[in-house]
């Protein structure tokens, strides 16, 4: 697989902070609030305005308990589940996330279609691993920074889910950051990993977002703040990918993981 482009090479870095990208984010949000989108729906632009949508499927995997669920929720700036329970079956999540392009200086809507699966579901069912692997751009395997065994799967978990998968993006997440001064995990074993599978390795925390003035609603301005770094970081790897393919960039080497 082709090593990953520098961080920022291919995206604008916190666009989403500056006037312009506020305006974009509005068609995501309604009164500081995150919008749900179902499979058939997408954002809706003021009528001057036209971009256009960069569609991906992503299945995110990881032991039982390391926070998928988590995860996939707070990208789409719904409630984190307090208490764990397993994904009974497939779960589908769509995000939309715009983001500024380095090269052209345009923006595009990136559309992020999640896929979680159970542990239990997976093993149990045949076709639910196929299903997920099937017409998949990304794969984004987790850890918990709380759990060393769930990173020391990592290399089994990149085996048996993007082996036979050369060309699908893959991207290291760690969560449950929050807790790292209780962690399992040391910075110099994150460097190791690093070194050894030459994949972009990011950190996410797994505490409840914050609120709006009523206490009870999700600030989504604060929530995207938090996983900006995730959603950029997937754009920008995806973005590359799709400009090596068309032949737009050239193919840098090819990486040896592991």
């Known amino acids: ?14 666009w989403h902070e500056s006037a312009e990208g506020k305006e974009y984010l509005a068609c995501i949000l309604r009164k500081n609030r995150r919008r749900v989108f179902g499979l058939l729906e ?9 971009i256009d949508t960069a569609s991906y499927k992503i299945f995110v995997s990881g032991k039982s308990g390391v926070g998928k669920t988590a995860l996939v929720a707070k990208l789409a700036g719904l409630e984190v589940p ?8 497939i779960q589908t999540t769509v995000v939309f996330w715009p983001a500024k392009l380095q090269a052209s200086d345009r923006v595009v809507m990136f559309r992020f279609e999640f896929w979680d699966c159970g542990e239990s579901a ?20 987790l850890f918990s920074f709380t759990d060393r065994a769930s990173f020391e799967d990592l290399p089994g978990q990149l085996a048996r889910i993007a082996g036979e998968a050369p060309g699908v ?12 001064m209780h962690t399992d995990v040391p910075e110099r074993d994150l ?21 709006l003035a009523d206490g009870r609603t999700l600030d989504g301005r604060a929530g995207l703040a938090d996983i ?19 032949g737009l960039l050239p193919s840098p080497p090819e990486s040896a993981p592991g």
């Not at 307090?82 to 079956?89: D, Q």
């Not at 900006?228 to 068309?246: C, K, R």
């Open 1 to 14: 697989m082709a090593r990953p482009p520098v961080p920022g090479s291919v995206v604008v870095p916190n």
């Open 42 to 50: 997408r954002p809706v632009l003021p009528p001057p305005v036209s």
């Open 82 to 89: 307090v208490v764990h329970h397993e994904t009974p079956g």
């Open 122 to 141: 997976l093993k149990k069912f045949d076709h639910m691993l196929p299903a997920c692997k099937e017409n998949t751009d990304a794969f984004l395997f």
């Open 169 to 180: 993006i893959r991207m290291v997440i760690g969560s449950k950051f929050d807790q790292y």
């Open 191 to 211: 460097i190791a990993f690093r070194q050894a599978w030459e994949l972009p390795l990011l950190r996410v925390k797994s505490v409840p977002g914050r609120r």
């Open 228 to 246: 900006a770094h995730v959603l950029n970081g997937l754009a920008e790897q995806l973005w590359h990918q799709d400009l090596v393919a068309a």
